[in-house]
């Protein structure tokens, strides 16, 4: 049988996905292999079809007990013998396993690393004279320090090429940035392996971002042409879900709220019910969402802005897991931006907080790029992606822009006055004329002092980001970076270079801002 016919036959499915046909021909090759993939990229079908073509056992390596269960009870619908042994199971069981183990009876075998390693070894042992043919360990970065789930009795498995030295490791991961990688491959002695590394591009989510204005009439607008859709949307307050969820319900949608704060039971059936399509739309924090496997979400909203891009991706995620054209839409302002940093000062914690507010800057540059949003995204974690991915508001150039040549010019020759001495900050206070004591009497003296007064600070510190952003200005390096000009930044001086800035919220708009939500 072929692995393509095997897929057919054993799972249903008639296509690969990803790189698993290669992955699966290597492992039959008998080759050493590190598998890294998204959730719900298919990795299980990596080892387990292999195994279905092997002649012999496969070992299954897996942390979670909880999880082997139903893992055992697919395959074994699948029609291919699997079983596991742990601790939940009586002598009884566990002998009738051996038994059917000894007899090469089973397929394949799942088993927690502190229960192979365990009591004196008489596992291993008997493993050892069973003709295994492929080890495979999931989630394999719980052996490395540098991963965030380090698991102490998976350095157990350092031991196992001593105890299988022929027989072909496949490890797999979905979380695995390069320092880890490598410590999987060295703590496993996996030898000259194949490396497969999947991108974590969700190329059926279109991402777009709108500056948030009247966000229930922005929510209405989106939500209008998606009726029979499922979605999610995000709101940063308990308080905010529930009242979101009852006016988009009086607005005749089958919304309902879900937080940490609510009742078991509530929470239960409101899951329940959006999992069964009876409720389109969960209005959540971020409580919502782990270990949802809901394949159908047609899109995820934020209403308001996320801390950091880890969540914000994680949650956007969870649009589109069939593979179907998904929506991430995110509102975005600056007032969110302000309370959020209110939020992420933790006393007494300077580098806590450092960390925190950085992360939260990533997510505000995110917010009001220009350029590609998914090469952004895919480059915060650490992959290349060309600069235009042609399924976000920016390469569908749906940004609306607008001419801030004057703008531009008023702000360079305001670094330019200033000697390139001083941060944006004072650049800024210089610009609006501000009256502080900081601003230098010679500096009130000089002719740009003032003559950005009309322009509300925010706006400022956004739009000397972006003229940072398109290279007519720069900043140091510094502790306090201080604002310099560029090669380009003469051209906008001279007037021979046009400069386009993102439209912004005005300050009436910002005024009347109604963030009722
Ligand atoms: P991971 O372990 O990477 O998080 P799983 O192995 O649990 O992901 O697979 C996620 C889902 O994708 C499962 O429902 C699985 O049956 C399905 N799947 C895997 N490979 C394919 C494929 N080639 N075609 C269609 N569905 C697949
Ligand atoms: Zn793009």
Redesign the pocket.
């Known amino acids: 049988m072929t692995p393509a016919q095997a ?1 057919q036959k054993y ?1 249903g ?1 008639s ?3 990803h790189r ?1 046909e290669a992955i699966i021909r290597d492992i039959l090759a008998g080759k050493d292999v590190l598998v890294l ?1 998204p ?7 990596c080892y387990q079809l292999p195994a279905v073509l092997m002649d012999g056992l496969t070992i299954v390596i897996s942390p979670l007990i909880a999880l082997m269960k139903d893992q055992v009870d697919a395959l074994n619908v699948n029609g291919i013998p699997a079983a596991f042994l742990n601790s939940s199971q009586s002598p009884d069981e566990q002998a009738m396993i051996t038994e059917k183990l000894k007899q090469g009876a089973i397929k394949l075998l799942y088993l927690a690393p502190e229960r192979l390693f365990g009591s004196g070894s008489i596992l291993i042992n008997f493993l050892k004279s069973l003709p295994v043919c492929l080890i495979a360990i999931d989630e394999a970065h719980c052996i490395s320090h540098w991963g965030h789930d380090f698991r102490p009795e998976y350095l157990m498995l350092a031991g196992l090429k001593n105890d299988f030295p022929n027989i072909p490791v496949v490890a797999l991961t ?1 979380t695995a940035d390069k320092l880890t990688r490598r410590d999987i491959l060295e703590k496993l002695d996996l030898k000259n392996p194949a490396e497969f590394v999947s991108s974590f591009n969700r190329a059926n989510i279109t991402y777009r971002v709108l500056p948030k204005k009247n966000s229930f009439n922005q929510l209405l607008d989106f939500l209008e042409p998606r009726k029979e859709d499922s979605g999610i949307i995000y709101c940063l307050s308990r308080k905010s879900t529930e009242a979101l969820a009852a006016d988009l319900k009086a607005e005749g949608y089958a919304a309902e709220a879900y937080h940490a704060g609510m009742d078991h039971a509530d929470k239960a059936r409101n899951q329940e019910a959006f999992l069964r399509d009876d409720v389109k739309i969960i209005v959540a924090t971020i409580a919502f969402g782990m270990g949802i496997n809901k394949s159908n979400v047609r899109y995820v909203v934020h209403a308001d802005l996320p801390k950091n891009i880890e969540g914000y991706y994680q949650e956007t995620g969870r649009a589109g897991r069939d593979g179907l054209a998904s929506d991430a839409l995110l509102l975005y302002s600056y007032s969110d931006a302000t309370k959020l940093k209110g939020f992420a000062r933790v006393d007494g914690n300077e580098e806590q907080s450092t960390i925190m507010l950085k992360k939260l800057d990533d997510m505000v540059r995110y917010s009001q790029l220009q350029t590609c949003r998914r090469q952004y995204l895919m480059r915060y974690f650490d992959e290349d992606f060309p600069d235009n991915c042609g399924s976000c508001d920016v390469c569908l150039s749906e940004v609306e822009k607008f001419d801030g040549t004057l703008i531009a010019q008023k702000a360079l020759s305001a670094v330019a006055r200033l000697k390139e001495r001083f941060g944006n900050t004072y650049v800024i206070d210089f610009l609006r004329g501000s009256k502080r004591e900081k601003i230098r009497e010679e500096h009130k003296q000089l002719k740009t002092y003032g003559v950005g007064a009309d322009i509300h600070r925010a706006d400022w510190f956004r739009y000397i980001r972006e003229l940072v952003a398109q290279g007519y200005l720069q900043t140091t390096d510094d502790e306090y970076p201080v604002l310099k000009l560029t090669e380009k930044s003469e051209a906008v001086l001279k007037g021979l270079q046009k400069v386009e800035l993102i439209a912004t919220q005005t300050n009436e708009e910002r005024e009347s801002e109604i963030i009722p939500y």
């Open positions: 897929l799972f499915y296509e690969f996905r698993q993939m959730t719900g990229g298919g990795k299980s079908l979905a």
